[in-house]
């Protein structure tokens, strides 16, 4: 099993940056991929950005493209979301996962959270305007 921990969220103001970390545990040579999704209040999670971890490619939503890079640092299990110009409606809590499938270990990046098969427990991220 993996287990998988968000850190870094907080209060931010429009315009400035945070960075989340995931933090992996348990069977990390498993993961074949590393999503980000966020979920506001009312509504569905929706997807924010993956880095498939052996080929290092990379997916992003349209909403964050330019704005939120993903990395990962292999020697630490960790993987990042560098939140730049953070907008009020980046308000969220922000979710870690991992995908654990032969579809990614070829290189697919999934932006379904149904092809993510741990997650963690979310990192509240509050932008103001």
């Known amino acids: 099993q993996v287990q998988l921990v968000e850190s870094g969220g907080g209060l931010a103001q429009a315009g400035d940056s945070l960075r989340l970390s995931c933090a992996a545990s348990?069977?990390?040579?498993?993961?074949?991929?590393t999503g980000w999704f966020r979920q506001a209040p009312g509504k569905e999670r929706e997807f924010v950005a993956v880095?498939?971890?052996?080929?290092?490619?990379?997916d992003y939503a349209d909403s964050v493209k330019g704005r939120f890079t993903i990395s990962r640092d292999n020697a630490k299990n960790t993987v990042y979301l560098q939140m730049n110009s953070l907008k009020p409606e980046d308000t969220a809590v922000y979710y870690c996962?991992?995908?654990?499938?032969?579809?990614?270990?070829?290189?697919?990046?999934?932006?379904?959270?149904?092809?993510?098969?741990?997650w963690g427990q979310g990192t509240q991220v509050t932008v103001s305007s």
């Open positions: 880095i498939n971890w052996s080929t290092g490619n990379t």
């Open positions: 996962a991992a995908e654990m499938s032969w579809s990614a270990r070829i290189g697919r990046l999934s932006r379904t959270t149904n092809d993510y098969d741990s």
């Open positions: 348990g069977r990390t040579y498993t993961i074949d991929a």
